[in-house]
């Protein structure tokens, strides 16, 4: 599960599985993950400071990897 907050912690996204939201602008991208499994956001945002937060969908563990793009 993928999050992203402003830096007043609200939520402004959230995704799991990234087919399910957002497809064909992630897919615009021309980076989409290569997993259907995987989440992922595209967002417009303003400058300041942004929190992303990664977890495991129903408390499971594992290893999170989060990129952030500068996309024209």
């Known amino acids: 599960m993928l999050e992203l907050h402003d830096s007043n912690g609200a939520t402004l996204a959230s995704n799991d599985n990234w087919r399910d939201t957002q497809e064909a602008e992630i897919i615009a991208t021309t980076i989409p993950p290569t997993d259907d499994l995987e989440s992922a956001i595209v967002a417009t945002l303003a400058p300041g400071a942004y929190t992303a937060i ?15 793009y500068n996309l024209q």
């Open 54 to 68: 990664v977890s495991g969908v129903n408390d499971t563990t594992g290893v999170g990897l989060v990129e952030a």
